[in-house]
């Protein structure tokens, strides 16, 4: 079966430093790797989507990377803020189903 | 404003008992999902449907049951079959069906916390 492993332990980094966050997959060739982010208490928000086809996706301060060779996704926070501080989850795309990672917990600190 | 609603935000049951968790969505999606989130796990598909008076099995539907017969609406049952039902339940929903549903993204509630004791 598919396996999506994401850092379990927390990722503590200054403000204004590069945070990067890594999903690593096997079993699986997803056409779609889409990024969610999670508060405590809430529910994930969606982020940004790559498709396999795609090396890299930005959205403002966010970059996304999907390597298929190498099974990996990379997940940048560019000049992070205490306010990036939350669990970022991976996902892959699969017909009518998204597997997703456990997360990894970002600590940004002022 | 569109967006789904759980309801509950917490809910407290004695073992033994069925109970009913809400999801409501005012977003006009076709697909709606009912994912279980358990610490340093990721989330876990129980029931999606598709298009209404529809819906399929994920990977952990035992003990679960869901009906789907409004488009808006998509209720989960936990029934006392359910060996372990204290988590985090989580509802969906996106726009896409099909192939489309590749691409399109979650749109989440925030969830119903479920402690059975």
């Known amino acids: 079966s598919q396996k999506i492993e994401q850092n379990s332990e927390a990722l503590n980094i200054q403000e204004g430093k590069t945070a990067t966050l890594t999903c690593n997959y096997t079993n699986y060739s997803p056409a779609y790797l889409q990024w969610y982010r999670q508060d405590p208490g809430r529910g994930p928000v969606f982020l940004l989507l790559i498709r396999e086809n795609e090396k890299e996706k930005r959205k403002e301060r966010l970059k996304v990377t999907f390597d298929t060779t190498l099974k990996q996704s990379l997940f940048h926070i560019t000049a992070s803020q205490p306010a990036d501080s939350a669990t970022y989850l991976c996902?892959?795309?699969?017909?009518?189903?998204?597997?997703f990672g456990s997360g990894t917990k970002l600590n940004v600190k002022p | 404003d569109g967006g789904i609603t759980q309801s509950p935000k917490y809910l407290f049951r004695k073992e033994g008992q069925n109970v009913t968790l809400s999801c409501e969505q005012n977003l006009n999606h076709d697909a709606m999902y009912w994912y279980r989130q358990d610490p340093g796990q990721g989330l876990r598909l129980i029931y999606y449907s598709q298009i209404v008076n529809d819906f399929q099995k994920g990977d952990i539907a035992e003990g679960y049951s869901v009906s789907r017969e409004k488009k808006e609406s998509f209720p989960l049952t936990v029934t006392s079959a359910q060996k372990n039902p204290t988590a985090f339940y989580l509802c969906?929903?996106?726009?896409?069906?099909?192939?489309?549903?590749?691409?399109?993204?979650?749109?989440f509630g925030n969830g119903t916390r479920l402690t059975v004791t």
């Open positions: 969906a929903s996106s726009i896409g069906t099909g192939r489309s549903s590749y691409n399109s993204p979650l749109h």
């Open positions: 996902a892959l795309g699969g017909f009518n189903k998204f597997y």
